[in-house]
């Protein structure tokens, strides 16, 4: 089973930046999406970028424009490039990644980097 590990959050100030990384231990090929995910206090898990085997991405509304999604098959690896950093953007944030199967839809997750946006 493929595991995902999430690295490069922490604190930053407002207007700041930061990248985020998730490294699959084998091919993000055999996915047929992966995504980044954020749960701040008190709040649901909610989608903030996804990108799939075929390079189309989509946003939430509320990061569009400052948030970029990226993947290096390569190195198996996925980007969430953040600039412009809000303190509403606090948040553990998580990688996901999906694929299919006869049974049905199948996700796997990381263990989360925490990303703090506060002066």
């Known amino acids: 089973q493929v595991q995902l590990v999430e690295s490069g959050g922490g604190l930053v100030q407002p207007g700041g930046s930061l990248r985020l990384s998730c490294a699959a231990s084998?091919?993000?090929?055999?996915?047929?999406?992966m995504g980044w995910y954020r749960q701040g206090p008190g709040k649901q898990r909610e989608l903030v970028a996804s990108i799939t085997k075929g390079d189309s991405t989509n946003y939430a509304d509320s990061v569009k424009g400052r948030f970029t999604i990226s993947r290096d098959n390569a190195k198996n690896t996925v980007y969430l490039q953040m600039n412009g950093l809000k303190p509403e953007d606090t948040a553990l944030y998580y990688c996901n990644a999906r694929r299919t199967s006869w049974s049905g839809v199948i996700d796997t997750w990381g263990q989360g980097t925490q990303v703090t946006v506060s002066s």
């Open positions: 084998g091919s993000i090929l055999s996915f047929v999406a």
